[in-house]
């Protein structure tokens, strides 16, 4: 068998690395600077349709439901529940295999679908036999660490 060797560290091309996307010189190419603004604030925010009401997940630019640009951002409710979720043991993508096995998410947040919205996300603080569907969790903010000069942020998932 053919084996190969994964280099220790991948340069992404931009169009791939969504973290230039939190910078605001990256405001105008995207959209969503606001998302990476709030994240760095302590908020878990996501768009939401002045016209038609139609909140998601992830935030957009235009609407995917009426396809109108007249959107705002809304804060996401800080409690949800757990819709479903797996345990990651083998096959995470790179760097994430170095903290597996972790478990990958999937909660709804508030009204869930009309005014609320279904996410993915990851639980560190909680073993697979120690969740069940319909867990209350709430979303928390974390700083990711790693090879970059500016502060990364995303959001978890934390059993309530
Ligand atoms: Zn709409």
Do not use: H
Request: proline share 7%.
């Amino acid at each position: 068998m053919k084996k190969i060797k994964l280099p220790d560290l991948i340069e992404l091309p931009p169009l791939l690395d969504p973290w230039d996307q939190q910078e605001a010189s990256g405001a105008d190419a995207t959209g969503i600077y606001e998302f990476y603004r709030n994240l760095a604030e302590g908020d878990l925010t996501t768009t939401k349709c002045r016209d038609c009401g139609k909140i998601g997940f992830p935030p957009a630019i235009i609407c995917t439901n009426c396809l109108s640009d007249n959107l705002e951002w809304v804060r996401i409710p800080e409690v949800g529940e757990l819709y479903a979720f797996s345990e990651m043991r083998l096959g995470a993508p790179m760097i994430l295999d170095q903290i597996a096995p972790f478990i990958v998410a999937i909660a709804r947040f508030g009204d869930y679908p009309e005014n609320g919205v279904q996410m993915s996300g990851m639980i560190f603080d909680s073993g697979y036999d120690e969740l069940k569907i319909g867990d209350r969790v709430k979303w928390e903010i974390i700083e990711i660490k790693g090879p970059a000069e500016r502060k990364r942020y995303w959001y978890c998932f934390k059993k309530v």
